[in-house]
């Protein structure tokens, strides 16, 4: 079984990104289908998304996050009140993280370990 994690990390203060919501959706037949919603913890992270034992079969996979709350908590007004980041899931029991670094204008992101 594959598992999908995520953290974000807010790289204009150097520090985590916590609260913020997480949506992980999966293509299925050309509908987006929601798998889990999530929030961030103190250190910005979100350990198994889908679940300790969810089975994510290969395919394609999409994480929303609503960054918009986190920064207009800090009193910040941001470009990308949304970040919608695809990818694919391809092995069946492969490990997928997916970081998020932002700032009030921008954003970035690769497939961690």
């Known amino acids: ?11 204009s203060v150097g520090r ?9 959706e999966r293509d299925t037949d050309g509908v987006w289908q929601v ?15 889908a679940g300790e034992n969810d089975e994510n ?8 996050f609503d ?3 986190y920064f207009a908590s800090r009193g910040v007004e941001c470009f990308f009140p949304r970040v919608t980041i695809g990818f694919l899931v391809s092995e069946a029991d492969g490990h997928y993280h997916v970081p998020l670094l932002i700032s009030p ?5 690769y497939r961690g370990s």
């Open 1 to 11: 079984m594959s598992s999908i994690t995520t953290h974000v990390l807010d790289t």
């Open 105 to 109: 204008f921008g954003y970035s992101t």
């Open 35 to 49: 798998v889990a919603e999530r929030m961030t913890d103190a250190d910005g992270r979100v350990r198994g998304l």
């Open 67 to 69: 960054v918009a709350g």
């Open 16 to 24: 985590p990104g916590a609260s913020i919501p997480v949506v992980l």
């Open 57 to 64: 079969p290969a395919g394609h996979y999409r994480l929303s």
